[in-house]
């Protein structure tokens, strides 16, 4: 709808993986809500403003190593906590993602992804 005020600001450090999330939202009718940008999610700032993450990081299964999952995952909890107020989502299958990203989440879910089993980490209000 043109009239719509959501926006959605989807970004990746895959120049692919941006193109493909273009393509799908001029697919899906969307591509005017959408803002689709390469930046790596540890650089995610408020800009004043309240928003919530949904992200689903490599795992070390078929990207990264477990070791730079282990970083990435420390370095986002550290980013995340200065986005005072907004919503975060993560799905990881890597067991000990609390102990990694620094917090507790406020509920976590078990799903799948594929066939991996992965947690839902739900944090509801980000507080420092």
Same mark, same amino acid.
Not at 74 to 95: A, C, E, P
Not at 97 to 123: H, I, P, V, W
């Given at each position: !709808?043109k009239?719509c005020?959501?926006?959605?600001y989807?970004?990746?450090?895959?120049?692919?993986?941006?193109?493909?999330? !273009?393509?799908?939202a001029?697919?899906? &009718?969307? %591509?005017?809500?959408?803002?689709?940008? !390469?930046?790596?999610?540890?650089?995610?700032?408020?800009? &004043?403003?309240? &928003?919530?993450?949904?992200?689903?990081?490599?795992y &070390?299964?078929r990207?990264?190593?477990?070791?730079?999952?282990e970083?990435? +995952?420390?370095d986002?909890?550290?980013?995340?906590?200065?986005?005072?107020?907004?919503?975060?989502? %993560? %799905?990881?299958?890597?067991?000990?993602?609390e102990?990694l990203?620094?917090?507790k989440?406020?509920?976590?879910?078990?799903?799948?992804?594929g066939r991996?089993?992965?947690? +839902?980490y739900? +944090?509801?209000?980000?507080k !420092?």
């Amino acid at each position: !709808k043109k009239d719509c005020k959501f926006e959605v600001y989807a970004s990746d450090i895959d120049d692919k993986c941006v193109s493909l999330t !273009k393509a799908n939202a001029k697919r899906a &009718g969307v %591509i005017d809500n959408i803002k689709s940008f !390469k930046m790596d999610a540890r650089d995610i700032t408020t800009k &004043g403003r309240r &928003g919530t993450i949904v992200c689903n990081p490599p795992y &070390g299964e078929r990207m990264m190593s477990s070791k730079s999952v282990e970083k990435l +995952y420390t370095d986002m909890g550290r980013s995340f906590s200065k986005l005072d107020n907004w919503q975060i989502y %993560i %799905i990881s299958s890597v067991n000990d993602f609390e102990a990694l990203y620094g917090k507790k989440a406020d509920k976590t879910r078990k799903l799948y992804n594929g066939r991996l089993k992965c947690s +839902y980490y739900q +944090y509801f209000k980000n507080k !420092k």
